[in-house]
């Protein structure tokens, strides 16, 4: 299971799921992923430990934080993209959520 940290650096940095990958997003980097421009095997790529294939029967779980509902994302928020990116690439992608302190 690839479990994906969109919090902060400095978040990610205090506190995070071993073997976690730390990924925020730039507008630069939004826009990127939005028209196409970069796979998002390449987006995760530089900051996992391990090599990335979506030929893999990969489980992917996102956390964020705050968001404890996917319908209640905007369709230019990263994670709505990031969430489309992931569905067309990974066999299951799962949002965690129930985070109490937010």
Partial sequence: TLV??????VEYNISHVLSSVNI???KLVKRRLQQDKVLITEFIQPA??????????????IYDQCTTDVEALTSDSFLYILL???NTSF???????????C
């Avoid at 994906?4 to 650096?9: G, K, L, P, V």
């Fill in 4 to 9: 994906i940290d969109c919090r902060s650096f």
């Fill in 84 to 86: 489309g990116k992931l």
């Fill in 91 to 101: 066999q299951s992608v799962s949002l965690l959520t129930d985070i109490p302190h």
């Fill in 24 to 26: 925020c997003c730039s």
């Fill in 48 to 61: 996992c430990k391990i090599k990335i294939t979506v030929q893999e029967k990969q489980m992917v779980v």
